[in-house]
């Protein structure tokens, strides 16, 4: 298996709101109720790499399996 963690691209977001969107159901880690939608995702990773903050994906076998990112805040309600 070949694994590697690398800076993500506007072009990993429908992986990335895959996870996502699959924690908001089945999770208690977000405190989102609704999850995202794919340009939400582009535009979030064009944001935050923008901004000089990483937002990396985990790449393993060609298939983002996880991502992470930093920002300054959160801007969610709860």
């Not at 590697?4 to 990993?12: F, G, M, Y």
């Amino acid at each position: 298996m070949s694994a590697l963690i690398e800076s993500a691209s506007p072009d990993d977001a429908e992986a990335v709101r895959a996870i996502y969107a699959f924690h908001v159901l089945n999770g208690t880690a977000s405190f989102d109720t609704d999850s995202a939608d794919l340009e939400f995702w582009r535009k979030k990773i064009a944001q935050v790499l923008g901004h000089g903050w990483p937002f990396v994906v985990y790449r393993a076998d060609g298939q983002v399996r996880g991502y992470a990112y930093a920002t300054q805040f959160r801007d969610r309600a709860a």
